[in-house]
């Protein structure tokens, strides 16, 4: 026969089988006995055997990028507040993302998906007011490419914004211009507006030095009120070695003007930055300093120091499959110093490499740790 037999042909003739043992020799065509496998099929099994094509169509489900997924992924389990996994992806074509979190006071759980440049979300999504004893409920669809037609509708609660925005977008080089129009309801306030924004910027490298700048010019305009706020940030990077860079950077934001939908609204900001960082992959037998990183921000408007971190990693090579990787570090503003070690499985077939992580932090008031899950560099 050119092909194997329908599932249903096949089911009925080894339940009556038995019966037609007697008259098996006159048939024309030999009916298949039923054959009791422990094994898999051989390997003369037809290609379109019914098995066989659930099979196919059952790994069909894990996509070649699924591994690079995880990324993205945050889980933890924190001694203080509290412990789960967000965006953790599921084994499908689409990019789709699962969230868990119980947070001390309220548990946070959703489902996202990201499909033809629109993205999906419903659940209850984390809540940054102190406090907090509920999530916010958040329903989302936002269709939002680079460019071409965009669209949008998000509902939340627990006092944000919902809306619905209807716009398009074009990109010339480096610069892109976006305009569109919407509706938005926060609290007991609603109306509508419409939102403008433009941005363009340009990096250039001579030698060891690479600067850059860039600018964002918005506006939402409103019935009764328009705040119009310009972004511009510029960085300067020197790399005296291949292995090593120093790198002085600034943002600013100027806002006039204000909003009738508070979480439409920006304020004043600024933000200059420091970050050196040498990656000499010194090695010692089966030990190798990765790197070692200093992070210093300031805030001219505060008048105040917002981050000043220092940290080294020592990777082990204990296994061809597995590195542990060990970074003390020191958060100087916080005075909190502690190590963190991440154990990570190193498969040929992944482009990364994906482990939990224990982080040890001693803090002025005690201890505390942090368990995750993470994705570090080959």
């Known amino acids: 026969m050119a092909s194997s037999p329908p599932l249903l042909s096949v089911a009925l003739t080894l339940l009556l089988s038995p019966l037609l043992a007697s008259s098996a020799s006159a048939q024309a065509t030999p009916t298949p006995e039923p054959v009791a496998q422990t094994a898999p099929p051989p390997a003369t099994t ?71 440049d629109t993205t999906f979300a419903v659940g209850r999504f984390e809540n940054g007011d102190g406090g907090a004893k509920l999530g916010i409920a958040h329903v989302e669809v936002s269709h939002n490419p680079y460019t071409g037609l965009q669209y949008g509708a998000i509902y939340q609660d627990q006092g944000r914004s919902s809306r619905l925005n209807l716009g398009y977008a074009v990109a010339a080089g480096p610069s892109r211009f976006y305009g569109e129009a919407g509706y938005a309801f926060q609290g007991t306030v609603d109306a509508p507006y419409v939102h403008i924004e433009a941005s363009t910027g340009k990096s250039l490298t001579d030698g060891p030095f690479t600067v850059g700048a860039y600018g964002t010019f918005r506006s939402y305009v409103f019935p009764q009120a328009a705040q119009l706020s310009t972004d511009f940030s510029a960085s300067v990077t020197y790399r005296p070695t291949d292995y090593s860079s120093v790198t002085i950077s600034d943002f600013e934001r100027f806002v ?6 508070p979480d439409l609204a920006v304020g004043r900001y600024t933000r200059s930055n420091l970050d050196v960082v040498l990656n000499p992959n010194a090695r010692a037998g089966a030990f190798s300093l990765r790197n070692l990183e200093y992070h210093y921000q300031y805030s001219f408007l505060g008048t105040e120091a917002t981050a000043n971190a220092l940290g080294f990693t020592v990777r082990a090579d204990v296994a061809s499959a597995f590195v542990i990787d060990l970074t003390p570090h020191h958060d100087f503003i916080a005075n909190e110093t502690g190590i963190r ?31 995750t899950l993470k994705a570090g560099v080959k």
């Open 341 to 371: 070690a991440d154990l990570f499985y190193r498969g040929a077939d992944l482009p990364i490499l994906v482990g939990p992580s224990f982080d040890f932090v001693l803090t002025p008031t005690g201890s505390r740790y942090v368990i």
């Open 46 to 116: 037809p290609a379109n055997a019914p098995e066989l094509s659930f099979t196919a169509q059952i790994l069909n489900l894990f996509p070649s990028d699924y591994t690079s997924r995880f990324g993205n992924v945050q889980a933890f389990a924190d001694s203080v507040n509290g412990y789960g996994v967000r965006y953790f992806p599921l084994p499908f074509k689409v990019d789709a993302r699962l969230t868990y979190i119980s947070h001390p006071l309220y548990q946070e759980y959703a489902l996202s998906a990201r499909y033809a």
């Open 256 to 261: 006039v003007g204000s909003s009738t939908i």
